[in-house]
């Protein structure tokens, strides 16, 4: 496995360790002009929870890959957060943002993959 899909992978395990709902990964490898190969799409319920899940991402991404993301934004009010990692952006939304910026439906021509959730 490469190391663009082990990275997604450990992002979801992060995610679903938290509870994250509603993930999805747009796989963008094949499409032109893209800054990333992967954009992983998760929401939590409140802002608590959204910097949780980003919490344990940087954790995890961390202890099992020894990688820090190159960035990360909206950290202070936790109802979106982006994180970089090069080959993979991480969206973090609560629900009413999800749904305001869908940015599944921007990237449309994108294969795109839904992760069930755990209950």
């Known amino acids: 496995m490469d ?3 082990v990275l ?3 992002i979801i395990d992060a995610l679903q360790e938290k509870k994250g709902k509603k993930i999805v990964t747009l796989d963008l490898s094949g499409l032109e002009g893209m800054i990333c190969s992967y954009f992983v799409i998760a929401q939590g319920n409140t802002p608590t929870q959204v910097s949780a899940l ?3 991402v ?3 991404v961390y202890d099992r890959l020894q990688e820090k993301p190159l960035g990360a934004v909206g950290m202070q009010q936790a109802q979106w957060i982006a994180m970089d990692y090069g080959s993979v952006i991480l969206h973090i939304f609560i629900p009413s943002l999800r749904e305001y910026y869908n940015l599944e439906s921007l990237w449309a021509d ?3 993959t ?3 959730d755990i209950v």
Request: cysteine-free.
């Open 3 to 5: 190391e663009t899909k």
């Open 8 to 10: 997604v992978n450990t």
């Open 54 to 56: 980003s919490d344990e």
């Open 58 to 60: 940087w954790d995890l």
């Open 110 to 112: 994108a294969d795109v």
């Open 114 to 116: 839904e992760i069930p």
